[in-house]
C-alpha cells in the first residue's frame, strides 16, 4: 500500500526507528501490506494489452532478458477500491525448461512516494524484506520465516541518477532471492528475482523500453 508506506516514511522522521519498528512488526503480525499486495480488489489475469488499457501509465518491459526464461502469457492487475490510479500490474517470466516462476516485475503509479530512497536504510531493508519473503512464501508465513533470514542491502545510482534500492537474502539457502525497487517517472518498480544478483540488476537496469 503505497500510501501507508509513505505515511510510515513521515513517521519514521518524526517519532523515531524503534517506536516505528514497533509499528511495522504489528503490521506483519495482522498481515497489513505496505506493497502492492493489499485488499479492496481480486487480482485479475488477463493479457498484457487488456492490462495496458486499464493502467493510467505506460508499461515497460526489460530489453535484456537471459537466455532459459519467457515471458508468461498472462500479467496480474489489480487495483485498490477499484481506483485505476491504484492499479499495478505484474510480469512474470518462467524457466523454459519447467515452466517455473523465476522472476516477477511490478509496476505501479507513484508519482510521489517512490522518488527517492527513504533517509532510514534500516527501515527501507525491513520493509524490502519483508516484501521479498511474502513473494517466496507468502503474506501468511512471512512473519514465521522474518527472523531467519540474513539480508544484504544496497543502494545503487546509475548513470542516469536512478537511485536502485537493492535487497538480497543470503540465507538460508531456500529463502535466496532478490527485490530491487526504483522509480522512473511517476512510476514505481520492483523486481523479485531467484536469479543471481548481477542478471538481476541488469534487467532491472534494461527496463526503459515502453513502447511495446
Known sequence: MRPLYSLLTKLNKKIGRNFLLIILSLLLLFGCSTGDQIGGSEYQEMSLNAAQGLLLFDVCLPSYIPDGLHQDTTVIYQADFDDPIEGNVRISYLNDED????????EYYAPVNNQKP????????NILTRDLLAWIVGWDD??????EVSA???VIKNDDGIDYR???I???????????????????????SYL?????????????????
Open 166 to 168: 537493492t535487497l538480497v
Open 196 to 212: 543471481p544478483y548481477n542478471i538481476t540488476l541488469s534487467l532491472s537496469q534494461s527496463i526503459k523500453d515502453c513502447n511495446h
Open 152 to 154: 544484504r542491502y544496497e
Open 99 to 106: 515452466d517455473n516462476l523465476s522472476l516477477s516485475i511490478s
Open 118 to 125: 527513504p533517509d532510514d536504510q534500516e527501515f527501507d531493508s
Open 170 to 192: 543470503t540465507d538460508p539457502p531456500s529463502l535466496r532471492g532478490t527485490i530491487i525497487r526504483w522509480p522512473l517517472g511517476p512510476v514505481g518498480f520492483d523486481v523479485y
Open 142 to 147: 512471512v512473519s514465521n520465516h522474518r527472523d
